[in-house]
C-alpha cells in the first residue's frame, strides 16, 4: 500500500486509528476527520498524518480531494456527513472499517477476538503472549496496551490479532483461521432487534473460522471450551487472590501447570487470559512458555485501571458499559476492597442501551453505596424522549446516594464524595475526566 492516499471519517475512533497507523508504518499518505480533538489525533498528527475537526470539504488538502484516494469510514458517521456525501459523489472507492480490516488480514493466518464482553483485553494478552515468545505478528487492540501506549503492535505481517467487532455484524467480514467468542449477550439491540439475533450473529461468525473455535464452556456453540468455573478442555482452577491479581493453576490438553500468578485483578480478566492462553497454545506457540507470561502483562488503558491508591482514596478506571461488565467491575472491587464504602461515576452510553438495559443497569449500580450519574453520551444516535440519566436515577435503590450532574460539574461533586474507592466506568468521553480527577485526589 506504499504511496497510495487514505482518508478516514472517525480517526480517532480506537478501531479507526490503529488501521491508520498500520498504513502509515506501510508508507501510506494518511489524513482523516474526526469530531473532537484527543490523544489520539495528536499521536497520528505528531506520526504525519493530516487531521481536521471540521466538515467542510474545503478543508482538504488537495492530495486528499482526489478521486484514486481510498475513504474508510465507520458506522457512527451519518450518511449526510458532508466529506462523506462528496466523495460518494465524486466516485471514490468507500470501504466501513470492519470490511477494509478484513481486506487487510485476508492475506495473513488471522487470529480473532470476538464476545460482547473482554475483546480488547484478550487481544491485549494475546498480544503480549506473542511478543512474550518473541513470535512475528501485527495486532489491531481496540484499547491501549498500558506497556506500549498504542493500540497497534507490529512485529511481523504474516499473522493478525484482531478483535471482532459485533456491532452492525462487523465481524461478518473477516475469516478468521483461529477464533475466540467469549460471550454473546444481548447488546445492540437498536441493530440486532433481539437477543436471538444477536446470537445467531456469533453462530454465522462461528461457522467462518476454517480452524479452531474457542469458546467460553457456557457459550451454547461447538467447539475447544475453556472456563474458569468448570471444567473445560482449558480450565483454570485453585484461584486465590494474591496482591493485585491471582495464584492459580491451570490444565490444557497438552499439560498442567500450578502455581502460576497472572499480574491484573478481576475474574472476569483471568478469564480473558485464558481465553488468550487457549488461542496461542491451539496456534502453536509453546505452552510452558506461555504459562509464564500470565505474571508480566501490565493491562490495558481503562480496564479495571488503578490510578490511584493511598489512604484516603483508591481511583480506578474502566470502561464498562453494558449492565455485565459494571456487575463485573463491582465484584472485583467488593473483593479486593470488602470493607471500604464504593462509589460509581458512571456515564451511560448511547440511548438505546441504556432503554433496552434500564432496570439491569439499576440494578448493577444499586450495588455501589454511591452513584454519581452523567448525561448519556449519544455517540452516533439523537435522543430517545424519557430516556435520560434522571430517569436511570429513579429506578436505581433509594439505599444508593445518587446524584445527577453535567460533565462539567464532575470536579465539584468529586470532593463531596465519602466512599473511599471510587471507580469511572462508561465508554464515552468520561476516560477524559480521569487526569482531572486523579489531580483532584492527590
Known sequence: MQNKVFYFIGIGGIG??????????????????????STITSSLEESGAFITFQEEV?????????????????PAVPSS??????????????M?????????????????????HGKTTTTSILAHFFLSLQSPFTAFVGGMMNVHKSNLISTGRN??????DEFDRSFLQLSPNIA?????????????????EVFDSYRAFGNKVSDVLVVEKRVPLEGVTYSIYEKADY???????????????????????????????GLHNLSNALAAFAMASEFGLNEQQLSTAFSTFEGVDRRLQ???????????????????????????LENAYPEERKCAIFQPHLFSRTRDFMDDFATALSQFDEVILLSIYPARELPIVGINAEALAEKISTKVNVSVIEKHQLLAQVSLISARVKVVLGAGDIGLEVEKIKQKLI
Not at 82 to 88: A, K, N, S, V
Not at 96 to 116: D, P, Q
Open 96 to 116: 466501513k472499517r470492519a470490511a477494509f480490516l478484513g481486506e487487510i488480514t485476508n492475506s495473513m493466518s488471522t487470529l480473532a477476538v470476538a464476545g460482547t
Open 180 to 196: 475466540c467468542i467469549t460471550s454473546t449477550d444481548a447488546d445492540h439491540l437498536d441493530v440486532y432487534g433481539t437477543a436471538d
Open 58 to 74: 474545503e478543508i482538504l488538502p488537495d492530495a486528499f480531494k482526489q478521486r484514486d484516494v481510498r475513504v474508510i469510514f465507520t
Open 235 to 265: 480450565s483454570i482452577t485453585a484461584i486465590a487472590p494474591e496482591g493485585f491479581g491471582y495464584r492459580f493453576d491451570l490444565t490444557s490438553p497438552k499439560g498442567s501447570y500450578q502455581r502460576l500468578y497472572f499480574s491484573q485483578l
Open 81 to 94: 456527513h458532508p466529506q462523506l456525501q462528496f466523495f460518494e459523489k465524486q466516485g471514490n472507492e468507500r
Open 306 to 332: 488503578l490510578i490511584v491508591e493511598n489512604n484516603r482514596h483508591v481511583l480506578i478506571d474502566d470502561y464498562a458499559h453494558h449492565p455485565t461488565e459494571i456487575n463485573a467491575v463491582f465484584e472485583t
Open 16 to 37: 479507526m486509528s490503529s488501521i491508520a497507523r498500520y498504513l502509515m508504518d506501510l508508507g501510506a499518505q494518511v489524513g482523516g476527520y474526526d469530531k473532537t480533538p
Open 159 to 164: 499473522v493478525a490479532l484482531v478483535e471482532a
